[in-house]
């Protein structure tokens, strides 16, 4: 009985001393976006960076002018939002960051070459 007693004080105070872990609520981006396909897998173009891009949160990549950025899907822009493409780095200079999937804005890159016209429009997740 005892033992039981030192192990739930034990627990409760391993439990105060690590706080719960809560999420912060960030806003959406958009409520569509255009793609190649129905899963948003499939490259709709090859973008290179015109100038740095520091990712403001987990949703965006960083991006270094001069790189080249596999699009994925477009964010149909909305009312005071800002028009922001998903996409992932390319390049062996850059193979730290490749396979990270994130938003940037469009205005800071250029349209390299057109793969597929991203022509399904999706509700956002």
């Not at 800002?82 to 890159?109: I, K, N, R």
Request: proline fraction near 4%; charged fraction near 20%.
């Amino acid at each position: 009985m005892t033992q039981r007693v030192y192990l739930v004080i034990l627990l409760l105070s391993l439990g105060m001393m690590c706080p719960p872990v809560t999420g912060i609520f960030m806003d959406k981006l958009a409520s569509k976006k255009l793609c190649a396909d129905d899963d948003c897998v499939y490259t709709i173009s090859l973008a290179r960076a015109e100038e740095d891009y520091n990712a403001p949160d987990c949703r965006f990549i960083n991006i270094k002018k001069g790189q080249l950025i596999y699009v994925y899907s477009k964010l149909v822009k909305e009312k005071d939002s800002g028009e922001f493409w998903a996409g992932s780095v390319y390049g062996e200079q850059y193979e730290d960051h490749m396979g990270t999937v994130g938003y940037f804005p469009s205005s800071l890159v250029s349209e390299q070459h057109v793969y597929q016209e991203a022509n399904k429009t999706l509700p956002t997740t």
